[in-house]
């Protein structure tokens, strides 16, 4: 037997129990005639002890122990003198009589401890010991219990999970797809899905009623902080639901994960923002809705006083930060840098102070004292507060307001890591137009069906039209989405029309599933959850890449596997492809 217990589960009710440990060694510490080693497992630390006086051969032994040596102890667990609180096995340490090395150790490229000095990169690379540490670790051990609670919710409600294949076709809608290219089929090639959507849906055609998934997607999008070119998703579908059916199984879903996994209750039913108030408040289709601080539209209010800056504007909108009218000359070009930063592209800020000496605004010139107390009432002003107003073209305003309620809810404390607020967003519009290729895209997918109210919309004004679709989110982050579907072959052959797409067209590229729907489908729903974005929330990380065991870089390369990497030309002629290197 290699072992008896792990390394974090012995106190001081096992004193006198003789066992036999296995671990790493963390570290080791001589002093005078006794040698302390903190052996460390998956489960914990536990302290053994070499005595140079009962025994000088095996205190010298231990003495050469390096750092990250695996070994294996045997002795007598004993309670320590010098207790440590702070770990659940510190009142104890293990009188060792017996010691064997299983193997050893070369000096670890960076210390193996909460608080490491290795630098992202060089962690990377030695991804497996990085997961050794706690941190890390505890994040992947988090993410199991995710996906097991996941998967326990569902199974109780009659929910399967069924695999879906890896190779499929290529679709043009949606990202760029990863190509496998096919050796049995020269110049032919598979794609890698960026979501089992289609098959999922033909499961429902099939009749297996619910389906769930936790399933890799794969898109080849440029990278940014929470995205990785393969990600996890937990993947959904119903029959015969109606789209709040569908929330409140999902809902349920969600309140149980908190409950599990954080210990928290969410009184009462999630709230459903319709997307339009979600723009026109929040500036966004994701609001953090942990603060308030809704942007107001003053367009109205502000115009026809000389200022050419709002009087050329499409759109003047604005914040009101409580208790912020002491803010310094300084602090108020932070956020003016802040908005005109090109990722936000607002070109300046409007501030009006309410203070105790009365209104003072950066427009003052055009805006008397009465003009200004206007916009006080407007916003509900109180003295103390500051107002700061965006003008310009009205999507890029709101957004960059977006982007300003967040930065003060920052600077305001607002965003509080162990604070959660979950709501639904719905009624996005199914279409959106694309300047550059002239044409309609679907917002969500070509899948999703519009609201039956709006259907006599495709036709005429197809950009009108709101979908049935539906997105989770929490703390401003999209945490799900997904949405009721087409199931009859009419209206999907009229989606397909309105997104440009020929008849042959739409039959080369989806006709399994239209010729499916022929054969009886029920009306059906889903949903798919960003596994990652959900794990890295209950784990308060800021990346999803802090909960995924082997994640790809900011380039989409695993440095530890040296991946992607050159192939030989034997291969590459057995797929009959041929490259300039
Ligand atoms: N397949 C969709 C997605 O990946 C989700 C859904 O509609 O179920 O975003």
């Given at each position: ?35 302390f080693v903190?052996l ?8 053994l ?21 695996v ?35 070369d ?5 193996i ?27 992947i ?15 109780s ?17 949606g990202?760029?797809?990863f ?46 902080a ?38 928290i ?7 459903k ?24 539209d003053?367009?109205?209010l ?44 607002a070109?300046?800020?409007v ?9 003072k ?49 920052n ?33 969500h ?8 109210e ?78 990652d ?8 990380e ?11 870089n ?28």
């Open positions: 037997m290699y072992r008896t217990n792990n390394c974090g589960e012995l106190n001081a009710a096992a004193s006198g129990k003789e066992v036999v440990l296995c671990g790493w060694v963390q570290k080791s510490r001589d002093l005078g005639g006794m040698t903190d460390r497992d998956r489960y914990g630390i536990t302290q002890v070499f005595d140079m006086e009962s025994n000088a051969d095996l205190c010298g032994k231990a003495r050469k122990l390096g750092r990250e040596y070994i294996q102890v045997k002795g007598a667990v004993r309670e320590r003198s010098n207790k440590n609180p702070r770990i659940p096995t510190g009142e104890i340490e293990i009188e060792v009589t017996e010691l064997n090395i299983l193997s050893s150790s000096h670890p490229p960076f210390t401890e909460d608080e490491t000095d290795g630098g992202d990169e060089l962690r990377m690379k030695y991804r497996y010991l990085d997961l050794r540490r706690n941190p890390v670790k505890n994040n051990l988090l993410r199991h219990r995710v996906a097991k609670t996941t998967r326990e919710y569902l199974d409600l009659d929910f399967v999970e069924i695999e879906t294949p890896v190779l499929v076709n290529s679709t043009p809608e990202a760029r797809d190509l496998v290219p096919s050796r049995l089929h020269p110049g032919n090639f598979y794609a890698l899905p960026q979501s089992p959507q289609t098959l999922k849906q033909l499961l429902m055609v099939a009749g297996f009623d619910r389906y769930y998934q936790i399933v890799k997607c794969f898109r080849d999008e440029d990278l940014r929470d995205r990785q070119p393969e990600f996890t998703q937990i993947d959904c579908e119903m029959s015969f639901v109606e789209r709040d059916d569908l929330l409140d199984t999902f809902e349920g879903m969600i309140k149980h994960l908190f409950k599990e996994i954080k210990g209750d969410f009184a009462g039913p999630f709230i923002l319709p997307y339009s108030e979600a723009m026109e408040s929040y500036g966004c289709d994701k609001p953090d809705l942990r603060f308030g601080m809704k942007i107001k003053v367009t109205r502000v115009k026809g006083h000389g200022f050419t800056v709002f009087d050329g504007a499409e759109y003047v909108g604005g914040i009101l930060a409580e208790g912020c009218a002491s803010y310094t000359r300084k602090q108020l070009d932070e956020l003016t840098e802040f908005v005109r930063r090109p990722q936000i592209g070109k300046g800020l501030y009006m102070r309410y203070g105790a000496d009365g209104f605004s950066s427009v003052d010139r055009f805006y008397p004292a009465g003009e200004l107390e206007k916009w006080a009432d407007s916003f509900g002003a109180r003295e103390g507060d500051l107002i700061l107003l965006i003008s310009g073209d009205r999507k890029q305003s709101l957004s960059a307001l977006c982007e300003l309620r967040l930065e003060m809810g600077r305001l404390g607002f965003r509080k890591k162990d604070k959660y607020f979950p709501l639904w967003v719905v009624d996005f519009p199914l279409l959106e137009w694309d300047d550059e290729t002239g044409r309609f895209f679907a917002m997918h070509p899948f999703t069906s519009p609201r039956p709006d259907l006599k919309l495709m036709e005429n004004d197809p950009g009108k039209v709101r979908a049935n679709a539906y997105d989770l989110v929490i703390n401003g982050v999209e945490i799900g989405g997904g949405s009721v579907r087409i199931h009859d072959s009419n209206t999907q052959k009229l989606m397909f029309k309105t997104l440009g797409f020929s008849e042959e067209e739409a039959q080369r590229q989806f006709g399994f599933l239209m010729n499916a729907f022929r054969y009886g489908a029920p009306p059906h729903a889903g949903i798919a959850f960003g596994m974005r959900l794990v890295s929330m209950f784990a308060g800021d990346s999803i890449r802090d909960c995924i065991a082997f994640p790809k900011n380039s989409a390369r695993d440095v530890m596997l040296e991946t992607p990497s050159v192939v030989a030309d034997q291969q590459l002629k057995e797929l009959g492809i041929s490259i300039n290197r």
